[in-house]
């Protein structure tokens, strides 16, 4: 047996071993490491992996801990635990409750608005779902609301923060695209890559957040019109609706202005995601104080579980370093780049393929354990290919977002039904969330027919298209690094292959045009 095919079965065992590790309900960062490490042990007996390579984990840890975008992650974090402190979502769903209660299916409406406004300003998942589920939930059941329909629609609307930006998700996603498309040029021969930046995949991924918000409120009007009964309207009296206008405005106008200036300053290019999340750092402590509900007690609690989620965050993406560092190692990346490239129907089938794993994939893991494991290993394979990176990151972002919703490990469901016990049964959220699935689906088939919906609107505010052209197989150079910074960032181990009969040294494949004629 050849050493390549060892390595190659060494790589998907791997694999395999930390979805089961995960799934058995080990600790996500120590797995990713220790399975890591275990199979770089066992490749090294094998002797088809390099345990020099391993030395390349200081370059990625010291990357990691001076890359600026990923500053942005506490920062955002703190702002939407501010934010959830200051008492804005309540302030939101009350309002908007009043505004549209007295429509048939009303309060869906303001659910899914409210989401969507708590989302730009927010983007925590656990914290606005929780909220809506204390305040909403009560308001719809006593209103005669489908527990089903009640549930679905406070899940399926808390979850929009993981596409809307800004996202902590899609910061991630952006940066692990970054180095997976630098990679994947350097390798194509590119020298001069276009660089892909979080800002871009927020503009990105803004239209397709708007389409999934649309998709909900045109479910919700399906109910209204052909199962009334199922979203009665509120009967408000005259006291209620005295002063309705003054009070909406007071709710809308302050996360307005705040998603204003962090969108804004982003997609307008005058700050960086970092920058801004300053801003919106800033800006929601000004907001709390406002509210007269900022002290120093209340500090100290935003900021204790800022280094909670943030922390619990990157020790992931520590160990995640480890496992895509021995899986690139033992050969792992080949191996899904030539099973992408030769699936039939070319690089549609291919994205399809690691669409499903990531959906599948999505009903037993969470949304960064699937971020940090599946997205390095097959992004740059399908970069290669010709798909474009900003394309990729959106249709990432909507599908991940399945994954908060997908039984029976959807983290939504496990917060409205912590925050929900005794107003709904677990059977009713789990049937609740089925058709906003689906309509998940449906939005991610509209992006991958209409990519315009994801790339347009980033090539009017960056001047310049991001995508690549599909190349064949052998157009595809030897591997080639990208930034360290990265965690998808190459290890340089072909500098640590011998040369062998019938192959060039390292990188020489690439520029043989170039050397002198003997």
């Not at 199962?227 to 006291?239: A, G, I, K, Q």
């Not at 204790?304 to 619990?312: A, F, H, N, V």
Request: proline letters at 6%.
């Amino acid at each position: 047996m050849s050493t390549v095919l060892i390595g190659e079965i060494l790589s998907v065992a791997m694999f395999v071993a930390t979805i089961g590790a995960v799934l058995a309900g080990y600790p996500v960062a120590f797995t990713l490491a220790g399975v890591g490490l275990i199979f770089a042990g066992l490749g090294m007996a094998f002797g088809v992996f390099d345990a020099a390579i391993l030395s390349a984990l200081v370059g990625r840890y010291f990357g990691t801990m001076t890359n600026e975008t990923l500053v942005a992650v506490p920062l955002f974090v703190f702002m939407g635990v501010m934010l959830e402190r200051s008492k804005i979502a309540e302030a939101l769903l009350t309002t908007m409750g009043e505004l549209f209660g007295s429509l048939r299916g009303g309060l869906g409406y303001s659910v899914v608005i409210v989401g969507a406004l708590l989302a730009a300003s927010t983007g925590i998942v656990g914290a606005t779902v929780v909220t809506m589920g204390l305040l909403s939930l009560p308001a719809m059941m006593r209103a005669g609301y489908d527990p089903k329909l009640a549930s679905g629609t406070i899940c399926a609307a808390g979850t929009l923060g993981q596409i809307i930006p800004p996202s902590t998700v899609l910061i991630f996603v952006g940066d692990i695209l970054q180095g997976a498309n630098q990679q994947a040029q350097l390798e194509l021969g590119n020298l001069a890559p276009q660089p892909i930046s979080v800002g871009q995949l927020f503009a990105g991924a803004l239209l397709p957040g708007l389409l999934l918000v649309g998709l909900y409120l045109g479910w919700i009007l399906f109910k209204s019109i052909f199962d009334p009964r199922s979203c009665p309207p509120l009967e408000m009296s005259d006291v209620q609706r005295a002063g309705l206008a003054g009070r909406v405005l007071g709710a809308l106008v302050p996360p307005l202005l705040l998603m204003l200036a962090v969108l804004g300053s982003i997609l307008g290019g005058i700050a960086t995601a970092t920058e801004s999340a300053s801003v919106g750092a800033v800006g929601a402590m000004l907001l709390t104080a406002g509210k007269g509900r900022f002290n120093l007690q209340l500090l100290r609690e935003v900021m204790r579980t800022t280094l909670g989620i943030t922390s619990m965050i990157f020790v992931i993406l520590l160990g995640a370093s480890v496992f895509s560092l021995v899986f690139r190692g033992l050969g792992g990346e080949n191996l899904v780049h030539d099973a992408l490239g030769s699936l039939p129907g070319g690089i549609f089938m291919a994205v399809l393929a690691v669409m499903i794993v990531i959906f599948v994939l999505g009903f037993f893991l969470d949304t960064f354990e699937i971020i940090f494991i599946v997205v390095p290993i097959t992004a740059p394979a399908l970069i290669k290919l010709g798909v474009d990176p900003i394309w990729l990151g959106v249709m990432i972002g909507v599908n991940l977002q399945a994954s908060f919703l997908t039984p029976p490990f959807g983290f939504a469901l496990f917060y409205l039904r912590g925050a929900a016990s005794a107003l709904v049964r677990t059977v009713d959220i789990y049937k609740g969330v089925v058709p906003f699935v689906g309509l998940q689906l449906v939005g991610i088939t509209l992006v991958a027919l209409f990519p315009n919906l994801a790339t347009s609107l980033p090539a009017k505010l960056y001047g310049a298209e991001t995508g690549t052209q599909p190349v064949s197989a052998a157009e595809q150079g030897s591997a080639a690094p990208s930034p360290s910074g990265s965690p998808v960032a190459d290890d340089f181990s072909d500098l640590l292959e011998e040369p062998t009969p019938g192959r060039n040294p390292p990188y020489r494949d690439e520029f043989e045009e170039l050397l002198p004629e003997k």
